[in-house]
């Protein structure tokens, strides 16, 4: 057990949002996705999930790990409007309504909280994508539930040390969500890989180096100096510790840095691009849709619309 302290030792947590939402129309989206995880908590109606139409209960937790996709339907059976992510994208309002968290109970509707949180390996890799965890829901765990509803709790409040408790939280949320997989062996074999981590300095150099040179020269050749091995064996020495080879690592942390600069910044599209290595705009756009589903400049005004209070 002890490597698996390490790994969460290391692993870095930050809440990004949370929200409750009463679900206004039912809808399928049957490729959602996210860039970062995501926790779905069912306060009452329905959710389903997967093509072979999971039910998630009420009370119990949805957990989608980052860029993973799943069908999900929101709302109870009967006339359902089906739509892809960036339909859902585009109309989330029409979908779904924000309340706050003492609404619940007086509404009607189906009502679920949506909690989107980033944990990081070194600050670099993002940790539950790296497992290859498919979306999965925690039930009979209301210590998980009751940890959801202090987070969206306490981000509604305006008090002293308010991101101190929803950070403390969120950790908690975490390392919740880890024991869960723990207990009950689910992909354990590919957790345990994630002690390779701790195993060679060199590899961390490499880690650190990318995120600090996202927007640089980052070939197998520049590569291969930061870790002091041959340019023709640090794509396998890196492959051999992460299971990917260094240049899809580098694509995934470019579109990473990439919505990061599309959450935070007003920079345009072109200028985003060349900020994360990218000397081409259109090649970027088509690269940044292939791996989430939806064009850049989509992906920031879906970012505004969740951001609405």
Known sequence: ??????????????FLKGNNFKIEKPVTVVDYTDTENTVFLLHQGS??????????????????????KTSISFGQQGKKTETNNEGFVDNKRKYLQTISFKE????????VTILNFEAKVFDV???FHSLGIPPFVIRFNDRVATIVED?????????PGKERVIKLYTELLVIEIVRHVLKNRLFVEELSTNSTYFK?????????????????????KVLAKVANVSEDYVGQYFKMLTSINPQDYIEYQRMEAAVELLRTSKKSIRDIGKDVGYKDTAYFCRRFKM???????KMRRRESLINVQ
Do not use: H, W
Not at 151 to 159: A, D, F, R
């Open 151 to 159: 987070i969206i709790k306490e981000s509604e409040q305006n008090t």
């Open 200 to 220: 060679d300095p060199r590899l961390i150099d490499l880690f650190n180096y990318i995120k600090k040179n996202i927007g640089g020269d980052l070939s197998n």
């Open 104 to 111: 619940i109970k007086s509404v009607e509707e189906d009502c």
């Open 1 to 14: 057990m002890e490597y698996y302290n390490k790994v969460i030792e290391s692993v870095g947590v930050r």
């Open 125 to 127: 890799v993002n940790f």
């Open 47 to 68: 959710l389903k999930f997967s093509e072979e139409t999971e039910l998630v209960n009420e009370g119990e937790i949805f957990f989608v790990p980052a860029g993973r």
């Open 291 to 297: 791996m989430y589903g939806l064009p850049a400049g």
